[in-house]
T-cell receptor
Framework: DTGVSQDPRHKITKRGQNVTFRCDPI?????LYWYRQTLGQGPEFLTY????????KSRLLSDRFSAERPKGSFSTLEIQRTEQGDSAMYLC???????????FGPGTRLTVL | GESVGLHLPTLSVQEGDNSIINCAYSNSASDYFIWYKQESGKGPQFIID?????DKRQGQRVTVLLNKTVKHLSLQIAATQPGDSAVYFC??????????FGQGTRLTINP
């Protein structure tokens, strides 16, 4: 499978715990994006990387959220001190070029109890 | 801020019929639009895209129409099949970077 992959697919955690998600983009895609989707809504942009550089962060990305892409390949999204409002599907996408088609992974479903 | 919206939240059609899903956008500077299909529990799947220098683009059983005058685009699915049942989102590229999605239309194909 040469598409975008995400791990884990599901995560259940207790409020206050830290969680980390991983995204592996399509090989050679320079751009990697993180989105969050709540039930019944479209995905909302969180942040994106051009290679290893994080170029934009949404105001949705509070200081409890941090994303990295250390070698310009896979990326991690960490949420510290999780809150119930963090429960959502976290989606990763990648694209080859600027303003190019973004291809999404299957997402990580986070449930905060 | 600018937004992308959809006219109808749900749409039901008979198997074999054609379906049309509509989308309105407000940013007249938008120049790239994408339709995604999302099945339950899965990530959005690319269907078709269109740039502002085009009015129409066709794929396999799908056609996207863009009317820049009224800032409207539509997705036409021909000869619908049960596997077409999903939520469909239109999205625009903002700032050549992030996608801005509408709320989606749930398409149900009735046997």
């Amino acid at each position: 499978d040469t598409g975008v992959s995400q791990d884990p697919r599901h995560k259940i955690t207790k409020r206050g715990q830290n969680v980390t998600f991983r995204c592996d983009p399509i090989s050679e895609h320079n751009r990697l994006y993180w989105y969050r989707q709540t039930l019944g809504q479209g995905p909302e942009f969180l942040t994106y990387f051009q290679n290893e550089a994080q170029l934009e962060k949404s105001r949705l990305l509070s200081d409890r959220f941090s994303a990295e892409r250390p070698k310009g390949s896979f990326s991690t999204l960490e949420i510290q001190r999780t809150e119930q409002g963090d429960s959502a599907m976290y989606l990763c996408a990648s694209s080859l070029l600027i303003a190019d088609t973004q291809y999404f992974g299957p997402g990580t479903r986070l449930t905060v109890l | 801020g600018e937004s992308v919206g959809l006219h109808l939240p749900t749409l039901s059609v008979q198997e074999g019929d054609n379906s049309i899903i509509n989308c309105a956008y407000s940013n007249s500077a938008s120049d790239y639009f994408i339709w995604y299909k999302q099945e339950s529990g899965k990530g959005p799947q690319f269907i078709i895209d269109i740039r502002s220098n085009m009015d129409k683009r066709q794929g396999q059983r799908v056609t996207v129409l863009l009317n820049k005058t009224v800032k409207h685009l539509s997705l036409q699915i021909a000869a619908t099949q049960p596997g077409d049942s999903a939520v469909y989102f239109c999205a625009e590229i903002e700032g050549a970077q992030k996608l801005v999605f509408g709320q989606g239309t749930r398409l149900t194909i009735n046997p």
